[in-house]
Every structure is written in structure tokens, then in C-alpha cells.
């Protein structure tokens, strides 16, 4: 977890940089800093994003994250690649149960309704399926790690 | 709609939550050995948690469904399948008319159960449908099932067709279909510590010897095959009590864990007496009692012991996850 001060020097030298938008993870942490050009005048924005482990999160800046989410997934219509958007929050876990095999890892070849992972809500574990077939490239969320709506899981890549 | 049974399997027989206010007439309470997974089978097709379903212990039954039927698993895996086909546990599942429902290989735990939606249409005996084996009373003819009995079941709850037409949808002209989330018994049940059942002492634990007092939470214990609903005989090395004594019989619950002569501990269950006279070495925490329940002959146990402070503890977390779980099934309901 980065203290008040570390927040305020990231802003400060973000700030001072040509850098537009910084993204960091680390230990259940996400930190996203952005410079968004108003009217002419930048300020920043900053969101923390947490694991349920150690919650704790800036409601406002949750908001704002949520938007952006949706504005990515709407513009992910990328020909070649798709992306698994969370249809619910919940928790994310890559297999059924931890002594299992994951449902997928990155290089597995899906097919359209493959179980992908289960999202975990109110006790409920739903499978999340792909609407598509494909390679898995990419994925973007960890066990355990609480999924917003909306919020990208995994790349596929296109392989046809 | 009914259900027709091919075959019985090794005990199948109507469980509920038991019947309870008979104990002072010596009406035992039977009902269903591990209660959480007949909550969660009943929760899934929407019914009230407390209705009566099929309790399927270690050979499972075959049974033919006479008309669309919309059910839920729970319990052991003991390997269910439609029409040949495996069925996942912990779901919400539709069955085609004329399918049958039978069972396998018994691979975790010894008693599954099988919930209908509506429930099964039989009359309750002293407030409960539940049967109690040895008086012959409550369930299906006071008995359990046989080859050729039909099961009526009634008329599934309003609040349950939307998810089963969805499921009769998605089934087709497949013999069945199941729905694309599930229950992790696991986020109720502590099945990562299954084979270490937690107790607390019983009221004469201080009538054992200090090495047996020991040897209790010590030694491993194995489930002997002389071992039923009643409940389950245990073997270790025999415990020894200070001296013989005897008691005046007195009340014992779901769990007691009492000790005759022979130093061989037996552990009380779903059709316990209603009383015993043998001294209480321990009591197992209600939280604990669906471990009890999937342990199966042969398999061992030990005991760990935890306080009276604690146990109500776990046991009110238990029950705080399952009103968690029957909300996030109304929620689940309302967006279907």
C-alpha cells in the first residue's frame, strides 16, 4: 500500500512529466494516474483500486474507473482480438476448486461457450463463458481479485 | 407429477429437518444426516429450506421421472447421471419427462440428496415428513424407498418457473440441462478440515483417565461398518473411564459422542434415542455435523477440541453464509 507521501510524489512527478496516463499493480494494488486535458488546463486523476483482502477504495474515483471501463469494452471491437467483459462483480477464480486445474491459462485454445473462470457472488459461483473461439492471450485478473462490472478478464486472440 | 424408483439403492428414504417436540414422548428427531446440503438441494429449486427430500446413502437409487421435473443435487458425489450422462452437483436442473436418474460410483462423502421443486407430496407426520426408520412412521410409508414406488411431487413454487422454463429451454431435446452457476459447499461447510471434526467436552469428560482425556484428541478413530443413522461406532484405543459408573439416562443431541464399556466411542446422529446413559466424552459443534455425516465406513477421524464460545461462533457464521446464499439466490431469481 503506498503511504500519502508516495501518492503525492507518483501525482507530482506524473504531473511534471509528459506521461498522460501511469498504471500500476502490484500486491492487490492498482493505482491508475491520469492527466485529463479540460479546457485547455490538465489536472489529474487518481484511482485506487484494491483487493477484498485489504479494501479500501476512493468511491469517486471507483465511479470514474466504471465509465472508463465501459468506454474501453465498447471500443474493444478490435477485429482480431475480444475481450471477456465481467457481466457481474464478483470475486474471480480460475478454477472450481484449488486443487484443481485452471479452466484456461494463457496459449489454451477456447471454444465459444468454454467455461473460462467462475465469478463468485453472495456464495454463488458463475460460470463465465466465451462468447467466442480463440486463443486466450491475455488475462487480467487473479484469483481471488474482486471484478467490477464490466471489467475486462481475459484477451482472446482471433486465431481464424 | 411423480417419480418412479427402478431400483432402491442401498437406503433411500424422505428426509427433512426432523421432528422436533416429540423427544419427551420418545419420538426420536431423525431427519436428514448432513442438513446443510438438504438446505442448500431445497434452496436451489426454490423451495422453503425445511422440505423433505430423497436422502441417498453410499448405492444410489434409479429413478425414472414421469414428467418434467425441476431438481437440484447436493450432498456426496455419488456420481449422478440422466440418462447416463453426469450431472453436476449443486445446481439447479431440469429433467425431461421419461429420463432416468440414477447414481454410480460413490467418489466424496456417503449421502447425497435430491430436492424437486414443490417438494414431494406426502403428509407430515407429527409436524415433519421426515421418515423414522425403525417406528415405521413419517416419509414414504414409514419406510424407505422400494422398487416400484411412485413418488408424487407437487406443483413447483411460482417463483421457480422462470428459471426452469429457461432451463427446458437451453435442455431441448436433451434428457437434461443444468443451469451455468453453482454452490460451493465449501464456502459453508469447513470440508478443508474434513477429517478433523471439532467437539466440545462432554458433561463426564472429567470422569476419563488423564491419558485417555489425551488419547481423545490424539489418536486417529476409524469408522466402523457397524455404523447408521443412529449413529456411528467408532474405534481407536479403547478410553478408559476412572472408575465404573453408571449414570441415570439422560437427554442427548445430534453430535453427542458417548462412551460405553468397551472404550469405543459411538457418535449420536440423526436417529439417535431420545436419551443415554452411557458417559458424554464429547460433543460435536453443530457447525461440524455435515462432515460427520459424508464420512463413510473405514475412513478415520480425529477430534479437535474448541470452546463452547467458539462453537457458537462458527455455528452462527455458518448460518450467516447461508442467509447470504439465500439472498444471493432471490437476487439470482429476480434477474433470471
Excluded at chain 2, 429437518?17 to 426420536?28: A, C, H, N, T
Excluded at chain 2, 428427531?29 to 434452496?43: H, K, T, W
Excluded at chain 2, 414421469?66 to 452437483?89: H, M, N, R, Y
Excluded at chain 2, 476412572?242 to 472404550?263: M, N, R, W
Aim: contains cysteine; negative net charge.
Amino acid at each position: 500500500m503506498l503511504t500519502l507521501n508516495q501518492m503525492k510524489d507518483l501525482i507530482k512527478t506524473v504531473d511534471q512529466s509528459s506521461v498522460d496516463r501511469f498504471k500500476f499493480e502490484a500486491e492487490g494494488m492498482k493505482v491508475l494516474v491520469e492527466k485529463i486535458a479540460a479546457s485547455g488546463q490538465s489536472s489529474e486523476r487518481i484511482q485506487v483500486g484494491e483487493t477484498p483482502e485489504n479494501q479500501e477504495s476512493i468511491s469517486a474515483a471507483a465511479a470514474v474507473q466504471k465509465e472508463k471501463v465501459d468506454k474501453e469494452a465498447s471500443s474493444s471491437t478490435d477485429k482480431e482480438q475480444h475481450r471477456v467483459l465481467a457481466p457481474m462483480v464478483g470475486t474471480y477464480y480460475s478454477r472450481s476448486n484449488p486443487d484443481a486445474e485452471p479452466f484456461v491459462q494463457v496459449g489454451t485454445k477456447v471454444e465459444e461457450n468454454q467455461v473460462l473462470c467462475v465469478l463468485e457472488a453472495m456464495k454463488l459461483f458463475n460460470e463465465i463463458h466465451s462468447e467466442v473461439s480463440g486463443e486466450i492471450v491475455e488475462i487480467l485478473a487473479e484469483d481471488g481479485q474482486l471484478i467490477e462490472y464490466g471489467q475486462p478478464i481475459f484477451v482472446i486472440k482471433n486465431v481464424d | 407429477m411423480s417419480i418412479k424408483v427402478e431400483r432402491p439403492g442401498l437406503l433411500t428414504s424422505l428426509q427433512d429437518l426432523g421432528r422436533y417436540g416429540f423427544q419427551k414422548y420418545g419420538v426420536i428427531v431423525s431427519g436428514a444426516m448432513d442438513a446443510v446440503s438438504l438446505r442448500i438441494a431445497n434452496l436451489l429449486v426454490g423451495n422453503q429450506e425445511g422440505e423433505a427430500a430423497l436422502e441417498i446413502t453410499l448405492v444410489g437409487p434409479s429413478l425414472t421421472v414421469k414428467e418434467d421435473l425441476f431438481i437440484a443435487i447436493t450432498g456426496g458425489d455419488l456420481s449422478p447421471q440422466i440418462d447416463g450422462e453426469p450431472v453436476p452437483l449443486w445446481r439447479p436442473v431440469y429433467v425431461r419427462k421419461g429420463s432416468i436418474l440414477s447414481f454410480g460410483a460413490c467418489r466424496t462423502g456417503s449421502r447425497a440428496y435430491v430436492a424437486v421443486s414443490g417438494g414431494f407430496a406426502v403428509e407430515e407426520v407429527m409436524n415433519s415428513k421426515s421418515t423414522y426408520l425403525r417406528g415405521g412412521i413419517g416419509g414414504f410409508k414409514g419406510r424407505a424407498l422400494k422398487a416400484g414406488d411412485i413418488i408424487q411431487c407437487n406443483k413447483m413454487p411460482k417463483k421457480s418457473e422462470d428459471l426452469f422454463i429457461k432451463l427446458k429451454n437451453k435442455g431441448g431435446f436433451h434428457p437434461f440441462a443444468a443451469a451455468d452457476w453453482y454452490v460451493n459447499p465449501a464456502s459453508v461447510v469447513n470440508i478443508k478440515n474434513k477429517t478433523e471434526i471439532r467437539v466440545i467436552r462432554g458433561g463426564e469428560f472429567d470422569h476419563f483417565t488423564p491419558a485417555s482425556q489425551k488419547q481423545f484428541f490424539e489418536q486417529e478413530f476409524k469408522i466402523t461398518p457397524n455404523s447408521d443413522r443412529m449413529g456411528y461406532r467408532i474405534e481407536g484405543r479403547a478410553l478408559k473411564a476412572e472408575e465404573s459408573f453408571e449414570l441415570i439416562s439422560e437427554a442427548v443431541s445430534h453430535g453427542t459422542i458417548q462412551v460405553p464399556k468397551d472404550g469405543n466411542p459411538i457418535i449420536l446422529l440423526a436417529d439417535r434415542q431420545t436419551t443415554g446413559g452411557y458417559p458424554k466424552i464429547a460433543q460435536v459443534i453443530t457447525a461440524d455435523l455435515p462432515l460427520i455425516a459424508q464420512l463413510k465406513p473405514g475412513e478415520k477421524t480425529r477430534f479437535k477440541e474448541i470452546t463452547l464460545e467458539e462453537a457458537e461462533q462458527l455455528y452462527l457464521e455458518q448460518e450467516q453464509k447461508m442467509q447470504q446464499l439465500k439472498m444471493g439466490l432471490q437476487l439470482k431469481k429476480h434477474k433470471e
